[in-house]
């Protein structure tokens, strides 16, 4: 029997794991990747599932972190972006974070020696010809203004948008070490077991006070053509942050809990700057937390300011682009089918979903959907009580107003899922304070879902087994 192919539409994170899932599936899949034919204002290679901004995936912990949770889960489902993430990992504390071309190469290579999956390197303008009775679009935050265009006027939407913030990479060879020194925030280790996966650079109060000064002066990039559009408040620039209240920075990315200095034991920061390593050479460093819109040379001017990058050489400065995203509680069904015209599922950061995982575990689900219906097997999501369930449940409906207009992007977290009791009494019988408590919440949480997401993915695979 000949199978027609499902289309694939950009070769992001979501892109990339649809269209794995769909020929792992045994289902063919065209995969069209506009770049190199045409660029973007945020990617530098051609690979697919190029990283643009971080290169951490984010905590890995699933007993006690939502998206180590979807880690784990997507894990469980053979997710190509979670396989190749963890063969190309570097150090990152308890995060699982990764060398950014080897992964994007990793993923490319992959999928262009998968027997079923072809790849075309041309932009699709406008909407998909209409003998595409099967499109999977995972066009990203960066989608082209005409295939933008086509979907707005399908749907007769007003676009939703909102700023994303990338941040700089210091070479590690410019920093001093004699200031700086290496440690995780209380000395946890990460999935590669290193406890020091950090470069931290220490602050007294005057150096932070004389550098917030000079944030907030700064000269900043001007976007007037979008001066309506919001912060996403996941990766609001560190300059945005400083103008919401001087101490904000303290209490978040520049927190100084956790750590002790190694040259200076009894004297404790006042604010501590944290590089996390870029690249598996361990040659590059980027400056977490650190998204700007400052202007280029003010990056260099300010960010030297900080102890022990007073030298310090920028392999990359920070940026700001637009994302895009769609109304999905409006617009598209419990599948992620576009109510307008069912032969188009959206994944991935347009949908509505903030951050990598999240992006790629979208992809994974509107391939499976996708492959499905294309080999005439039911289309059912999982559990709302796993991560994934409760990711599709915030896209496609779960929102509090019905997709009424104030719909916005959001990371996983235990809030999507159904509540669960804490535990009240440990196995001695003893009751638990109340931060064990929380933490054995989360590990019941995880537990469930991990056992739900199995019965969900035996029974579908009980079903593919009976065709």
């Known amino acids: 029997m000949t199978i027609a192919p499902v289309h694939v539409i950009g070769g992001g994170l979501a892109g990339s794991e649809a269209t794995w899932q769909i020929a792992q599936a045994g289902v063919p899949v065209v995969l069209h990747e506009m770049r190199p034919v045409r660029g973007t204002d945020a990617h530098q290679t051609d690979f697919l599932a190029e990283l643009v901004c971080s290169n951490s995936f984010r905590a890995d912990d699933w007993t006690g972190n939502a998206v180590g949770l979807l880690h784990a889960e997507m894990r469980k489902l053979g997710s190509l972006i979670l396989s190749c993430g963890d063969a190309h990992q570097v150090p990152a504390g308890g995060a699982l974070a990764v060398d950014r071309d080897g992964f994007a190469q990793a993923v490319t290579e992959r999928l262009e020696a998968h027997p079923l999956v072809s790849i075309i390197r041309s932009e699709v303008a406008g909407l998909p ?30 676009e939703l948008s909102f700023f994303d913030a990338i941040a700089p990479i210091v070479n590690l060879d410019s920093v001093d070490m004699d200031v700086a020194w290496r440690q995780s925030r209380y000395d946890k280790e990460g999935p590669g077991g290193d406890a020091a996966a950090y470069i931290n650079c220490p602050m007294d109060k005057a150096q932070y006070e004389t550098f917030i000064d000079a944030l907030l002066a700064g000269p900043k990039s001007e976007f007037k053509d979008w001066e309506n559009v919001p912060y996403f408040d996941g990766c609001l620039p560190i300059e945005v942050m400083a103008e919401r209240g001087r101490e904000t920075l303290r209490h978040g990315p520049m927190k100084p809990v956790g750590l002790t200095n190694e040259h200076d034991p009894q004297t404790k920061a006042w604010a501590v700057v944290q590089l996390r390593q870029d690249n598996a050479l361990g040659t590059l460093w980027n400056m977490v937390g650190f998204q700007t819109k400052l202007k280029h040379g003010a990056q260099t001017e300010i960010f030297r300011m900080i102890p022990g990058l007073e030298k310090a050489s920028f392999a ?99 809030g999507l899922l159904p509540p669960l009791d804490p535990p009240k009494h440990g196995a001695d019988g003893k009751r638990l304070p109340h931060k064990e408590r929380g933490r054995a919440k989360k590990r019941l949480m995880g537990e469930r879902a991990l056992g739900d997401l199995d019965v969900w993915n035996t029974h579908r695979n009980s079903l593919a087994a009976k065709e």
Request: proline share 8%; aromatic share 6%; charged share 15%.
């Open 129 to 158: 010809p209409e003998d595409w009775d099967s499109v999977v679009i995972a066009t990203g935050p960066l989608t082209s203004p005409a295939l933008s265009e086509a979907i707005l006027n399908l749907t007769g939407e007003g």
């Open 316 to 414: 990359r400065l920070g940026g700001l682009h637009r994302n895009t995203f769609l109304n999905s509680p409006k617009l598209l069904d419990a599948s992620l089918r576009l109510k307008a015209d069912l032969r188009m599922r959206f994944a991935g950061q347009v949908t509505g979903v903030e951050g990598y995982v999240e992006s790629a575990a979208v992809g994974l689900l509107a391939g499976r959907f996708a492959a499905a219906e294309r080999l005439g097997l039911p289309v059912i999501p999982p559990p709302p009580t796993t991560a994934l369930g409760a990711l599709i449940g915030h896209i496609t409906g779960g929102h509090l107003d019905g997709g009424k207009g104030s719909f916005q992007p959001m990371n996983i977290n235990y």
